[in-house]
C-alpha cells in the first residue's frame, strides 16, 4: 500500500516563495514519472510541472521561470520551488507518481493536497 503525502503549502505575500515536498511511501519497486497538479476553486484541475525518473522536466507555461521541480529517488520524493509567487497561483496542490510495487502492476497515485494561498 502506497501513499503520497504532501507539505509545505502555506499562506505567503505576492513575490514570496515555498517548497513543496512530496513523499511516498510503502512497498515501492520504481517510481517513473512524478508531477505537482493544482486545483482552485471553481476551474478544472491543471498540471502544473512533470519530471520523469530520467530527470528531464515540463512546466505549464503559467510557472516557466518561477517554479523549479526535482526529486530525490533515495527518499522518494519530488520537490516543487515555488518563487515570485501570484495570486492565481492560489490553489490546493497535489502530488501524483506512476508507481511499481513489486509483483504488481504499474499504478497512478494521488496525495491528499496541500493548501497553497498568494495573498496580501
Known amino acids: 500500500q502506497v501513499q503520497l503525502v504532501e507539505s509545505g503549502g502555506g499562506l505567503v505575500q505576492p513575490g514570496g516563495s515555498l517548497r513543496l515536498s512530496c513523499a511516498a511511501s510503502?512497498?515501492?519497486?520504481?517510481?517513473?514519472?512524478m508531477a505537482w497538479y493544482r486545483q482552485a476553486p471553481g476551474k478544472q484541475r491543471e498540471l502544473v510541472s512533470t519530471?520523469?525518473?530520467?530527470?528531464?522536466?515540463n512546466y505549464a507555461d503559467s510557472v516557466k521561470g518561477r517554479f523549479t521541480i526535482s526529486r530525490d529517488d533515495a527518499k522518494n520524493t519530488v520537490y516543487l520551488q515555488m518563487n515570485s509567487l501570484k495570486p492565481e497561483d492560489t490553489a490546493v496542490y497535489h502530488c501524483?507518481?506512476?508507481?511499481?510495487?513489486?509483483?504488481?502492476?504499474?499504478?497512478?497515485?494521488w496525495g491528499q493536497g496541500t493548501q497553497v494561498t498568494v495573498s496580501s
Open positions: 501524483n507518481a506512476h508507481i511499481l510495487q513489486y509483483r504488481r502492476p504499474w499504478t497512478d497515485y
Open positions: 519530471i520523469a525518473s530520467g530527470g528531464s522536466t
Open positions: 510503502g512497498s515501492i519497486f520504481s517510481i517513473a514519472n
